[in-house]
Structures are given as structure tokens and as C-alpha cells.
């Protein structure tokens, strides 16, 4: 595997002072590693495609289009990030205004609801029910015997909840103890049951999915598993979405050179590089993955690789992306697809959720400002922006997946 920048070798010193603010938010605790596994130069190979079929992709983009409230979220130009930066373009997809749930999960695990019901509506019927069937809550009486159950830190067990609340199934969420109270009450709202759990997320995924097991309710959930993969592709499948419109709203004649996606589990990352590889063929951009510090598994899985787990002892304030184990479906993708992986402190967090909302009138949630933090740390460390290829003619896609989904949370990060 490539080269790591450890934590011995951390270069703090090495900050790019290229204009206002910037000192203010170099980053400097950052690993990485660029990973010597990613197919460049090549179209999207068929075993990358397969994980997430162009079919499936276009088919949850048409039911999603088809709720109620949907449009696409805007594709913002961070000009002075780009000034700053002494890059050509920083485009910032925003998710705060995606549905009532402001994050970009609300495209998963509500899809995969709608999916689940019809699937488990067409066995009990013997009949073939559509996705519009459970849209116009066409079996209501079978429907409100069906329970659905996630795990989740915040915004994707929101979602499974919003799904059912809107399909018309029952739900119950399983949070672990650090999860906010302010998160549960909004679970809440969309009347599922919400169990707490001791422990991490990744204990929460397990109770989730014994509960189901002794209960016979079905797991929706955005990680997968070795044997439990179609739902979670189907959650990916959502995902789609975000880069599909961003892509379609990109203001450049040239397209991309540069992503930077943050990760949890994976999925959305990987759901993304399908997606764009596909779009883009042989002309891929450079794509880094970004994680927190105290929860970054893909980060591990590149210098192992192959699947490694983290145990989470610290919670980052990157709640969404406080995840210690893969994701199962998205790792072989991430493994071709993804150039470099790096990790980030909590420090600059704040300052970047105050710096898009008093510059760029931007609501940007805690995880949401991952990619850019990312970003932040490669271009003052002279290292990375060799390695990365970072220039005056970089033009940079960033996914901001979250708002304020924890009110209170933002207010105590940006004032
Ligand atoms: C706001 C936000 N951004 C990013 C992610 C990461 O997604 P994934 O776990 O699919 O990698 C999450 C996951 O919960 C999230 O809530």
C-alpha cells in the first residue's frame, strides 16, 4: 500500500498560508494514504457497475422525484474557499434542504422502506405490488403490520422513521447512548419507537439486527453485511441521487477534477463513485475519502488492504460519520475507485460550520463539513497537494450531507 503520512510523520509545519482565514483552519493532524489499488485511467469496471446497476440507480431517482416536496438541492460555489485555496472552482452540494430532514439520508433509508414494503406486500398478496401501491398506501392493513428497524446515529434511522410514517408501516430505532436527545425526539416525531443501546454504533447495528431476528421485523439498514446486502443497495441506491443532480447542475464546462467525500460505513461514498465512474468513464476524478479521527475504518481497511474495523472509544462530533465498521458492498468499490484516504480532527469543525454559514449563507451540519475540512488539510500540507494534484486548475465537487439536523448541537458549534 502507499504512502502514510503517520502520526510520526505529521506535518503540522507545513501550512500553505494562501490567504484570509486559512491559517486559522490549518489542519494539522492528519493521516493519509494513497492507495495504490485504484484502477486510473480506466472506464467503470463491471464488477464496480454491478454493485449499484444504471437500472436501479434510475429507478430510485424516479420514485423519489415522484414524493411529495421533492426537489433537487442547490449546487453552491464557494468562491472565496476557491480564492483561498488557489483552486479554480469549490462546488458544495447542499443537503440542508433536502425533504423536511435536511440530510441527504432521507433518499435511503425511506427509498429502501417503500422497496422493503412492496417486496413483503407482493409475497403476503401473491400478487405484483408497485411502488406507487405503497406510495397511495394501497394495502394500508397489511402495511401497519409490518415493522421495519435501524440503527442509527441520527440522520438514517430519521429517515427509515420518515419512510414509515409516510408508507404506513411500524418502526423502531435502536441509537446508542451517545446519540443526542435532540436526534431521538426527531426520530420520534415520525412515531417510531426509539431503544437505546449501551456502547457504539456498531452496537447498535448488531442489537438492531438481533431484534429483527427474534421479532421477525425486517433490518433497514445503511451498512451491510456479509449475507445482508439488498436492502443496503437499495439505501445506496438513493444515495445516487445527490451526485446525479449534482452532476447535471455542475456550472464548469470541464467537469470535476477532485472529490472529497466523507465516510461512515461507506455506503454513500461508494453509492457517489459508481455513479460518477459511470458518468465520467476513462476520465474519473481524483477522489479522497475523508473520515474523523477516532472512527476512520476505511482509513484502516486501506492500510490493511482489505476490510478492517475500528473500535470507537472517543465519539467525534461528526456524528454521522462516527462508524467502525464497512460496509460490506461498498469496500470493493472504495478499494477501485477512491485514490487517497485521509482523516481529520474535530478542531476545525466548528469554525468551517460558522465560516459557510456567515460567508455562504450556508446551514452546514456537523458531518457535513468533512470534505471540505478535507480539503482544507490537503491543500496546507505540501505533500498532499503534490500527491493529489491539487492546482490553480483544480475544480472540486464537495457533498455537504447534512444542515442543522441537531438544532441545538448547531447553535452551540456556530452561535
Ligand atoms: C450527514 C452524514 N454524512 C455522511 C454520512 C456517511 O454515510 P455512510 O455511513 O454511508 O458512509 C452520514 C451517515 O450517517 C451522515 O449522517
Redesign the pocket.
Known amino acids: 500500500m502507499g504512502l502514510g503520512l503517520g502520526p510520526e510523520n505529521r506535518r503540522p509545519d507545513q501550512i500553505r498560508q494562501a490567504g484570509i482565514g486559512l491559517e486559522e483552519l490549518a489542519i494539522d493532524h492528519v493521516r493519509y494514504i494513497r492507495n495504490d489499488q485504484v484502477l486510473t485511467g480506466s472506464a467503470c469496471p463491471a464488477e464496480v457497475s454491478e454493485v449499484l446497476p444504471e437500472s436501479a440507480r434510475l429507478s430510485a431517482r424516479a420514485t423519489i422525484a415522484g414524493w411529495e416536496g421533492y426537489q433537487p438541492t442547490r449546487l453552491c460555489s464557494l468562491k472565496r474557499f476557491a480564492v483561498d485555496l488557489g483552486l479554480e472552482a469549490v462546488c458544495y452540494k447542499d ?1 440542508s434542504s433536502r425533504f423536511e430532514l435536511a ?3 432521507s433518499l ?1 433509508g425511506a427509498y429502501a422502506v417503500q422497496k422493503v414494503l412492496q417486496r413483503k406486500i407482493s409475497q403476503l398478496t401473491d400478487a405484483q405490488v408497485t411502488l406507487e401501491d405503497i406510495q397511495e398506501r394501497r394495502h394500508s392493513e397489511l402495511a401497519s403490520a409490518i415493522t421495519v428497524v435501524a440503527a ?5 434511522g430519521r429517515s427509515v422513521a420518515w419512510g414509515a410514517r409516510r408508507f404506513g408501516c411500524r418502526c423502531v430505532i435502536y441509537m446508542h447512548e451517545q446519540v443526542s436527545s435532540g436526534r431521538q425526539q426527531a426520530v420520534e416525531a415520525f412515531g417510531a419507537r426509539v431503544e437505546r443501546v449501551a456502547g457504539n454504533y456498531d452496537d447498535s447495528v448488531h442489537a438492531a439486527a438481533s431484534a429483527a431476528r427474534e421479532n421477525d421485523w425486517i433490518v433497514v439498514s ?2 451491510s453485511w456479509p449475507g445482508y446486502e439488498s436492502i443496503p443497495r437499495e ?2 441506491a438513493g ?1 445516487a441521487l445527490m451526485s446525479s443532480e449534482a452532476m447535471e447542475q455542475w456550472p464548469l464546462e470541464e467537469p470535476p477534477t477532485h472529490i472529497f467525500i ?10 457517489i463513485c459508481i455513479d460518477l465512474w459511470d458518468r465520467t468513464g476513462t476520465e474519473k476524478p481524483m477522489i479522497v475519502v475523508v473520515e474523523p479521527e477516532p472512527a476512520a475504518c ?1 482509513y484502516e481497511s486501506a492500510c490493511a488492504g482489505g476490510i478492517a474495523r475500528v473500535d470507537i472509544t472517543t465519539e467525534s462530533v ?4 462516527s ?1 467502525g465498521e464497512v ?1 460490506v458492498l ?1 469496500w470493493p468499490v472504495l478499494q477501485q475507485s477512491v485514490d487517497a484516504f485521509l482523516t481529520i480532527s474535530d478542531d476545525q469543525v466548528g469554525t468551517l460550520m460558522s465560516r459557510l454559514a456567515n460567508e455562504e449563507s450556508i446551514v452546514a ?4 463539513v ?1 470534505g471540505l475540512a478535507g480539503l482544507l488539510a490537503a491543500c496546507g500540507n505540501d505533500q498532499l497537494t503534490r500527491d493529489l494534484d491539487l492546482s490553480p486548475s483544480s475544480r472540486i465537487l464537495l ?1 455537504g ?2 444542515g442543522a ?1 441537531d438544532p441545538e448541537i448547531y447553535r452551540q458549534l456556530v452561535g
Open positions: 443537503e440530510s441527504f439520508k435511503g442509527t446515529d441520527g440522520n438514517h445503511d451498512t439505501v445506496m444515495y466523507q465516510g461512515g460505513c461507506g455506503g454513500m461514498a461508494a453509492a476505511l461528526m456524528a454521522g460519520l462508524c460496509s461498498a451540519g456537523e458531518s457535513a468533512a457533498f450531507t447534512e439536523t
